[in-house]
């Protein structure tokens, strides 16, 4: 039975790590901080919440008092870090709150760590922290060796604070992990990234708006193979190692948003080809043998099978994304694509 710290476990992918550790660690005990940025949601913890073996604290990663005393208080064993400044758009807009939250924030929970001692530090990380690779070599795969080459603000600091892990692995021997997964997708996922804001654009039918051409190729993983892959590396991974974790599954954005306007029943001729994003990263490809090999993880849902479920859960869980709609993601989308 182990205490487990989960930042950022309002998002996305925190979230659904929650769920999975309380349906497959049902004795263990899940400590959520998060400070609920526009990004995290208490509604999607509204299940957890009810679940006696977790407790959220609405807290800053940067406050180091608020950490310290959580840390004081519920003697983690693991602490896994998914607290981030996620979004690319957004970094390229204001890159400041990246830095702090994912470097700063970073430093401040590995301070706690060495401070009140833990078996795990496990640090969440991308594989944007290796830059892109190009689309006529397909033969290339990024690798846990591929040289850290990275282009917008967000990637920076996610590459920032890998160094700052390894780093306090090396002079003060905290135990540490590092996993750097390609794109997630599935439940809860915020609709200003690609495949939710197409889902509820569509629903809506309003226009879906393609950066550049739409040949920009991603590497898409269903979120539960993520988390998976996550517990196994915090529970039986080398210490001071990284991970990379993808699923071999490269799709360009065009034919990901024809695919999900074919399983609503919409026509392609809501696409719109806007603006380019700046520095845009033309191709992730993730070659996934070491943590296949070393842990024998291999991804379990099919991108076709993902798809049409996320597809069914947004269209089941309009209770969830509408409200999140208005407010401050109106300003934003009227900022990002008003006119683009
Ligand atoms: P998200 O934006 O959906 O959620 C981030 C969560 O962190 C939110 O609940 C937010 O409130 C919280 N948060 C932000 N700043 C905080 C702070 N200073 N203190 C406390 N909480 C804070 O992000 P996500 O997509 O779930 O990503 C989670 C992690 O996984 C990130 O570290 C990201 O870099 C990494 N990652 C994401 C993907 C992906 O495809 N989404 C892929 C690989 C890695
Ligand atoms: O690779 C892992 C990364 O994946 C994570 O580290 C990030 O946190 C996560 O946000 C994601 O980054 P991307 O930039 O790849 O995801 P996003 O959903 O923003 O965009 C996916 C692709 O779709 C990208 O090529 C940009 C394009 N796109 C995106 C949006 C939001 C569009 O064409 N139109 C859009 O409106």
């Not at 710290?5 to 769920?19: E, H, L, Q, R």
């Not at 920076?156 to 992990?177: C, E, F, G, N």
């Not at 190729?217 to 988390?227: F, G, I, P, Q, T």
């Not at 043998?289 to 069914?312: C, M, N, R, Y």
């Amino acid at each position: 039975m182990s205490t487990i710290i989960v930042t950022g476990g309002a998002g996305f992918i925190g979230s659904n790590f929650i769920y999975y550790l309380l349906k497959n660690h049902p004795d263990d005990r899940i400590v959520c901080i998060d400070c609920l940025t526009y990004a995290g949601n208490l509604s999607t913890l509204q299940a957890a919440l009810e679940n006696t073996n977790f407790v959220f604290y609405k807290t800053n990663i940067c406050d180091r008092a608020g950490v310290d005393s959580i840390f004081e208080k519920e003697h983690p064993d693991i602490v896994v870090n998914f607290a981030a400044e996620s979004h690319v758009d957004r970094s390229i807009e204001h890159p400041e709150v990246f830095l702090q939250t994912n470097i700063l924030g970073t430093q401040v929970l590995m301070d706690a760590c060495r401070k009140y001692g833990i078996k795990r530090y496990h640090q969440v990380s991308t594989d944007e922290v290796y830059g892109d690779l190009p689309l006529d070599r397909p033969d290339l795969l990024f690798t846990e060796e591929t040289p850290i080459h990275t282009s917008s603000p967000y990637s920076a600091s996610k590459a920032a604070a890998d160094l700052l892990v390894l780093a306090y692995h090396r002079t003060y021997q905290l135990p540490v992990s590092i996993s750097r997964c390609s794109n997630n997708y599935g439940p809860y996922h915020f609709p200003e990234k690609l495949i939710p804001l197409m889902i509820v654009n569509a629903l809506h039918d309003k226009p879906l708006p393609v950066y550049g051409e739409g040949k920009n190729v991603r590497d898409w993983l269903y979120v539960e193979d993520h988390c998976r892959a996550i517990d196994l590396i915090v529970r039986n991974g080398r210490e001071g190692e990284v991970y990379n974790i993808g699923g071999h599954n490269e799709m360009a954005n065009i034919d990901i948003v024809k695919l999900i306007c074919d399983i609503l029943g919409k026509p392609h001729s809501l696409i719109r080809f806007v603006k380019d994003r700046k520095g845009h990263d033309m191709r992730y490809a993730i070659d996934p043998s070491k943590i296949h090999k070393e842990l024998g993880w291999l991804p379990e849902t099919k991108f076709a099978d993902g798809l049409q479920k996320t597809v069914q859960w947004y269209l089941t869980h309009q209770d969830w994304w509408e409200p999140i709609l208005s407010g401050e993601y109106k300003l934003y989308y009227q900022k990002m694509y008003g006119d683009r």
